[in-house]
């Protein structure tokens, strides 16, 4: 049973900073896939960014050079940093793996222009 559990959401005044984690639990953390995603309020759930297991990254264009994804194998975790906020950095972020697929519950995050 795979278990993904999201933390480091917030309210956040436009420009400011945040760190996501995500810790797996279930998993063979070392190599999967790890994905960030989010989804604002009437839209669909959109690709943020992904790690491989041999640390490769990939962003949406929308936060490349903002926000920079990364991974700590030894403590099965993924994280988030977050940078230069803007007010449509707001939804709810999900942690996801590839294998097995799965979805954590996600953490909301909040920025105020």
């Known amino acids: 049973q795979v278990q993904l559990v999201e933390s480091g959401g917030g309210l956040v005044q436009a420009g400011g900073s945040l760190r996501l984690s995500c810790a797996a639990s279930g998993s063979i953390f070392s190599i999967n896939v790890m994905a960030w995603y989010r989804q604002a309020p009437g839209k669909q759930r959109e690709l943020v960014a992904v790690i491989t297991s041999g640390g490769g990254t990939n962003y949406a264009g929308s936060v490349k050079g903002r926000f920079t994804i990364s991974r700590d194998n030894a403590k099965n975790t993924m994280y988030l940093q977050m940078n230069s906020l803007k007010p449509e950095d707001t939804a709810v972020y999900y942690c996801?793996?590839?294998?097995?697929?799965?979805w954590g519950q996600g953490t909301q995050v909040t920025v105020s222009s």
């Open positions: 996801y793996c590839s294998v097995p697929p799965n």
